[in-house]
């Protein structure tokens, strides 16, 4: 939407770039509060207001003719709806659902969060381009809306409520560890996790991981390659591509994370993905070519690949009672990454003419984050 939004309002790359940032910057900093406020209302009664305040910002950009209002219905409204139904309601979920096989179940949880989104990308690019930007708002407030009643029916919020038992476990299991009831005391978590070296670590290396999916590659790959000369829609393609090949890689990465040390799987996962990164400016073109599709298909394995493992870490470093909050400061880290790079790669863009440094700093990165994991070998876990 970057393109017809400029080209209607006059407006810069960097402005557009801004709205996205606000939106992953609330989004991020929503999640750590999530759990809190599952804790106290109800995962349920979270996720149907979340639901709705989508459905809500989505639908009021249709009628938007100033930046502000863009910043608010899709920065704000969205960012936080958004954020209350990420990968900490999966990491809660799994939680409380799961005592075996949870890095298998959160790889699930986690690649069906990153293909959806790279899924509907070609489809709602197609709409863009047929009918404009409004009728694609319009149909992800009217999906929004639809999952609504679907979750009510469906939905439960632990194995108490059907008479079961958590899976691989006992019905002693089934709250999964209480998450903080207080915003105070979700803030408490994060000045006690903050006193490990475990957490920065963590925190920092998924900062990178959010730079270089969400806020480089799922803000900015369809404008660079349209830089390229390809068409938006062959773009969006690509990167529904990437969706498919996220859903096996996140799987098979909690199919892993239950076998082999996350540690290793972090340091193999950044580190290819840096040397995939150098390569970007040199594979783009008018056309897909064998060296740009083995791009799409290595990152799509790799997308969020990082997510089960990470998870693992805080259960494994911070307990499962802490995990999900600390889990949710240490997403809120990748989403901060994510709203900077955004940013940082629209000001590139608009002051160089082109995305060529936005794609070497994350390179580098992600060389550095495949690095700074090797850390924790020094750290000896608390609740191995």
Same mark, same amino acid.
């Given at each position: 939407?970057?393109?017809?939004?400029?080209?209607?309002?006059?407006?810069?790359?960097?402005?557009?770039?801004?709205?996205?940032?606000?939106?992953? +910057?609330?989004?991020?900093?929503? &999640?750590?509060?999530?759990?809190?406020?599952?804790?106290?209302?109800?995962?349920?009664?979270? !996720?149907?207001?979340? /639901?709705?305040?989508?459905?809500?910002?989505? $639908?009021? %950009?249709? #009628?938007?003719?100033?930046?502000?209002?863009?910043?608010?219905?899709?920065? @704000?409204?969205?960012?936080?709806?958004?954020?209350?139904?990420?990968?900490?309601?999966?990491?809660?979920? !799994?939680?409380?659902?799961?005592?075996?096989?949870?890095?298998?179940? %959160?790889?699930?949880?986690? &690649?069906?969060? !990153?293909?959806?989104q790279l899924i509907f990308l070609p489809a709602l690019t197609s709409v863009v381009m047929t009918s404009g930007w409004r009728t694609a708002s319009l149909v992800v407030a009217c999906f929004a809306a639809g999952v609504i009643p679907?979750?009510l029916i469906f939905f439960r919020n632990s194995p108490e409520e059907v008479g079961g038992a958590p899976y691989g476990g006992d019905h002693q299991d089934a709250a999964g560890g209480a998450a903080p009831k207080t915003a105070r005391?979700?803030? &408490?978590?994060?000045?006690?996790? #903050?006193?490990?070296?475990?957490?920065?670590?963590?925190?920092?290396?998924?900062?990178?991981?959010?730079?270089?999916?969400?806020? /480089?590659?799922?803000?900015?790959?369809?404008?660079?390659?349209?830089?390229?000369?390809?068409?938006?829609?062959?773009?969006? #393609?690509?990167?529904? +591509?990437?969706?498919?090949?996220?859903? =096996?890689?996140? *799987?098979?990465?909690?199919?892993?994370?239950?076998? +082999?040390?996350?540690? *290793?799987?972090?340091?193999?996962?950044?580190?290819?993905? $840096?040397?995939?990164?150098?390569?970007?400016?040199?594979?783009?073109?008018?056309?897909?070519?064998?060296? /740009?599709?083995?791009?799409?298909?290595?990152?799509?394995?790799?997308? *969020?690949?990082?997510?089960?493992? %990470? *998870?693992?870490?805080?259960?494994?470093?911070? #307990?499962?009672?802490?995990?999900?909050? @600390?889990?949710?400061?240490?997403?809120?880290?990748?989403? =901060?990454?994510?709203?900077?790079?955004?940013?940082?790669?629209?000001?590139?863009?608009?002051?160089? $003419?082109?995305?060529?440094?936005?794609?070497?700093?994350?390179?580098?990165?992600?060389?550095?984050?495949?690095?700074?994991?090797?850390?924790?070998?020094?750290?000896?876990?608390?609740?191995?």
């Amino acid at each position: 939407m970057f393109m017809p939004l400029e080209m209607e309002f006059g407006w810069t790359r960097s402005l557009t770039s801004s709205a996205l940032s606000i939106n992953l +910057v609330v989004y991020g900093v929503t &999640a750590p509060f999530a759990a809190t406020l599952m804790e106290r209302f109800s995962p349920k009664r979270v !996720a149907v207001a979340a /639901l709705v305040l989508v459905a809500l910002g989505t $639908g009021l %950009t249709i #009628g938007m003719t100033a930046p502000w209002q863009l910043m608010l219905y899709w920065g @704000v409204f969205v960012g936080l709806g958004t954020g209350c139904i990420a990968l900490v309601f999966a990491s809660l979920v !799994a939680n409380r659902w799961f005592s075996a096989k949870r890095g298998l179940v %959160t790889g699930i949880f986690s &690649a069906a969060y !990153a293909t959806g989104q790279l899924i509907f990308l070609p489809a709602l690019t197609s709409v863009v381009m047929t009918s404009g930007w409004r009728t694609a708002s319009l149909v992800v407030a009217c999906f929004a809306a639809g999952v609504i009643p679907i979750f009510l029916i469906f939905f439960r919020n632990s194995p108490e409520e059907v008479g079961g038992a958590p899976y691989g476990g006992d019905h002693q299991d089934a709250a999964g560890g209480a998450a903080p009831k207080t915003a105070r005391a979700t803030l &408490a978590v994060l000045r006690q996790a #903050g006193k490990k070296p475990a957490f920065w670590v963590l925190a920092g290396t998924f900062f990178v991981c959010g730079w270089t999916t969400n806020g /480089l590659i799922g803000a900015h790959f369809i404008p660079a390659a349209h830089d390229h000369g390809m068409p938006e829609g062959t773009a969006a #393609g690509l990167l529904a +591509v990437v969706g498919i090949f996220d859903f =096996i890689g996140t *799987i098979l990465s909690g199919w892993l994370t239950d076998r +082999v040390s996350p540690i *290793i799987l972090l340091v193999f996962y950044y580190g290819l993905r $840096g040397l995939a990164l150098f390569t970007v400016p040199f594979v783009l073109g008018p056309e897909v070519q064998p060296p /740009l599709l083995f791009f799409i298909v290595f990152y799509g394995l790799d997308w *969020i690949a990082t997510v089960p493992p %990470t *998870i693992e870490l805080c259960r494994k470093y911070f #307990g499962r009672a802490q995990s999900p909050s @600390v889990y949710g400061w240490v997403f809120a880290s990748h989403m =901060i990454g994510a709203a900077i790079a955004a940013s940082f790669a629209g000001a590139i863009r608009q002051s160089q $003419g082109s995305y060529f440094i936005a794609w070497i700093t994350a390179a580098v990165l992600c060389l550095v984050a495949a690095g700074s994991v090797l850390l924790l070998r020094r750290i000896k876990p608390d609740f191995a």
